[in-house]
């Protein structure tokens, strides 16, 4: 079985329909075929034995319309002018029931026993078979017979006249079948053609005009394919040009300070060691967020199994920035009544939160930043409030661009906010901002 499936498996399309409609369109044909051959045969034999079953009443109906004297032993049994009138092909044996031969074809006599005096039977004479016909008429019994070759040979000329036409329709149907499948997959093989033209960068969609409706799921799943690549290589190419852009500041700058140290003296050449450990800390949270950004854009980062305890991670949060110079400006007001849970990353939560921490400390350097928690029966809301200038609605939408900064001088990525608005769009949350009596407040909302 495996190996008859492997086989299929390896057989182009058009041979595969042509060995199943083939296959099939040969069987009905074979037995439709049967069929009729085989009652055509059963009507002929019947034909056949209609045909000597009159002869035989017609000589008895023959004899009893010729004066008596005529019948005599007499008289020449092979002149009889009753043979004249049997049909092409038969013989004729007319005697008594005391088995004297009044009448007979020339050189045919049939020996029948007394089982066989009536109706038919089978005789064989010289070597010959005979299909016979036995009437009893008065005290006469009239006998027809034929050969069974003679027989055998009219049915298989029949046979061959009504069976050749039934072989020649069912090879040329399977000819029509091959060209047909052929025809019919011709718009497969035109998709193949023109993907096989292809330059291997272009990811352009497949045209759908002149596609049947059979192939239009599978060229609109291949042209989803090629957007899905398309994609992909759109975000590796973004991806290989923010790395460059963004790494090769610190790298310059690194190794600047490496050659300053090289020829400086011990004060100032640990100086510029501890610059270029600064520069390397910015390259390697540069080069983390581009990672994390990358997965997010391309899918890899999944929710969890289970809800994520909003706190669990506002917790993880200031753990992370303890150490942080304004730490101690930072308040967390939770106004949540019962505990509420999320269906993401506990990590990516806290990171969310976290760069908007990190960005009110470092764009708004006095007074409080308060981190609100809320929730209603619908939605969850993160808010982190400060007392900065805070930004328009223009700006805020560039911010969520990569390594936008408010001031060109300013230190950081300029990752922070895109990686936030990344995020919520993984995870079919909001980003806003507003301006209240309390401050600027950016903010988070998922839905519960």
Not at 1 to 15: E, F, P, Q
Not at 78 to 103: A, S
Not at 277 to 304: I, K, P, Y
Not at 401 to 420: E, M, N, P, Q, Y
Request: aromatic share 6%.
């Amino acid at each position: 079985m495996d190996w008859a499936s492997g086989w299929v498996n390896l057989m182009s399309l058009r041979k595969r329909l042509l060995l199943i409609l083939g296959g099939t369109f040969a069987l009905l044909w074979s037995l439709a075929a049967l069929w009729l051959l085989g009652d055509l045969r059963h009507e002929l034999e019947r034909v056949l034995d209609q045909r000597l079953e009159s002869s035989a009443h017609m000589v008895a109906g023959l004899l009893e319309q010729i004066p008596q004297p005529a019948t005599n032993p007499y008289m020449s049994p092979f002149t009889h002018p009753l043979l004249g009138g049997l049909k092409p092909g038969l013989v004729c044996q007319v005697r008594t029931l005391r088995g004297e031969v009044l009448v007979r074809t020339p050189s045919m006599q049939f020996d029948q026993g007394d089982d066989e005096l009536l109706g038919f039977s089978r005789s064989l004479v010289d070597g010959q078979g005979w299909r016979t016909y036995t009437v009893q008429r008065h005290q006469l019994l009239i006998t027809i017979g034929d050969r069974l070759d003679e027989r055998e040979h009219l049915q298989r000329v029949i046979l061959l006249a009504a069976g050749l036409p039934v072989l020649l329709a069912l090879l040329g149907s399977l000819l029509l079948i091959w060209f047909g499948t052929g025809r019919g997959l011709s718009p497969l093989d035109r998709v193949r053609l023109q993907l096989a033209r292809r330059a291997a960068d272009d990811l352009s969609p497949v045209a759908l005009s002149g596609v049947p409706v059979e192939l239009k799921p599978l060229v609109a799943t291949l042209n989803q394919l090629f957007a899905r690549l398309d994609a992909l290589l759109e975000r590796e190419r973004r991806f290989n040009d923010d790395a460059a852009h963004e790494l090769r500041t610190p790298l310059t700058a690194i190794k600047t300070h490496l050659q300053v140290a090289a020829m400086a003296g011990q004060d100032q050449a640990a100086t510029s060691l501890q610059r270029a450990d600064v520069a390397v800390a910015r390259m390697q949270a540069t080069l983390e967020q581009l990672l994390l950004l990358s997965r997010l854009d391309s899918g890899e980062e999944s929710a969890q199994g289970e809800p994520v305890d909003v706190l669990d991670a506002v917790r993880q949060v200031m753990e992370h920035l303890f150490a942080h110079p304004g730490f101690e400006r930072i308040e967390v007001d939770n106004r949540l009544q019962s505990p509420c849970r999320l269906l993401i990353p506990d990590r990516l939560l806290a990171i969310a939160i976290r760069n908007l921490l990190e960005n009110a400390l470092k764009y708004a350097p006095d007074g409080p930043v308060v981190l609100r928690v809320s929730a209603d029966d619908a939605d969850l809301k993160v808010a982190v409030i400060d007392q900065g200038e805070g930004l328009d609605a223009e700006q805020f939408a560039a911010a969520q661009k990569r390594f936008w900064r408010a001031r060109a001088s300013a230190d950081g990525s300029g990752l922070g906010l895109s990686i936030v608005s990344a995020i919520c769009q993984r995870y079919q949350g909001e980003l806003g901002c507003e301006r209240d009596a309390d401050g600027f407040a950016v903010w988070l909302r998922f839905t519960l």
